[in-house]
């Protein structure tokens, strides 16, 4: 099952508890927060509207909403994610980031945290994303290198990701419709002590479940090197 596959993002959003374990590994890091870059990288041009597309459970849209006092709209195909979106207060809706229904040029910024992956049709989503970005407007786009995690794939055996949007050439995508990229580093590590927290990580992804059981119990800590970049595209004016 590939991860831009329309009906296996369906199902990994359905409910919160695959995120939860995906999310529950990341207590002991080193390195800056990539989501304190994306956050930073909205806050610098002082917008007063904001899209997020693919919003998961709302954190980052709250964050921004409260924070910087701006008209914050956010997406998502997972209903129970905007559910949980509009908990936080969110002006969150069901949508598809290849088909946006907003108007040209609507929005100051646009975010795409960990999402274009996703997209099973990855440059008429980079399109969508530059339509509704005003000229002079700015997308930021949160994605991971294709080693993130390298050493928790290797122990648990796992092949090579295959993802179309990655450190290495979301530069090259986002340069087709913006006018002006740059990649803002968030390496670091993540300490991972307990086995089973790994198994629950792998368990929480169809791709990833086989490798759970090929996991070891831990004589020692595994450190993993975090791989995350920060894509910030202008457009132009």
């Known amino acids: 099952m590939k991860i831009n596959d329309p009906a296996y993002v369906r199902d990994q959003y359905a409910s919160e508890a695959g995120l939860a374990a995906r999310k529950a590994i990341y207590t002991e890091v080193t390195g800056r927060d990539a989501r304190d870059i994306v956050f930073d990288a909205v806050a610098e041009v002082r917008p007063r509207s904001v899209l997020e597309v693919g919003c998961g459970q709302g954190e980052l849209a709250q964050r921004i909403r409260r924070e910087l006092d701006v008209q914050v709209i956010a997406i998502d195909q997972s209903e129970r994610m ?3 979106a509009r908990g936080r207060g969110v002006d969150a809706h069901v949508g598809d980031v290849q088909q946006l229904a907003f108007a040209d040029g609507l929005f100051d910024v646009a975010i795409a945290a960990w999402m274009l992956y996703h997209a ?3 440059d008429r989503a980079v399109r969508e994303l530059a339509r509704v970005v005003r000229p002079g407007g700015r997308l930021v786009a949160a994605t991971n290198a294709s080693d993130h995690l390298l050493e928790m794939r290797r122990l648990a055996r796992l092949r090579d990701f295959d993802f179309s949007f990655t450190a290495e050439n979301g530069a090259e995508i986002l340069g087709r419709h913006f006018a002006r990229i740059e990649t803002r580093d968030a390496t670091g590590t993540v300490t991972l002590r307990d086995s089973e927290q790994i198994r629950s990580y792998l368990r929480s992804s169809e791709r990833l479940a086989e490798g759970a059981e090929r996991v070891p119990e831990l004589t020692e800590p595994l ?13 132009a004016a």
Do not use: G, N, T, Y
């Open 82 to 84: 905007v559910e949980l």
């Open 120 to 122: 099973s049709d990855l």
């Open 223 to 235: 450190i993993a090197r975090r791989r995350p970049v920060v894509f910030v595209a202008d457009k």
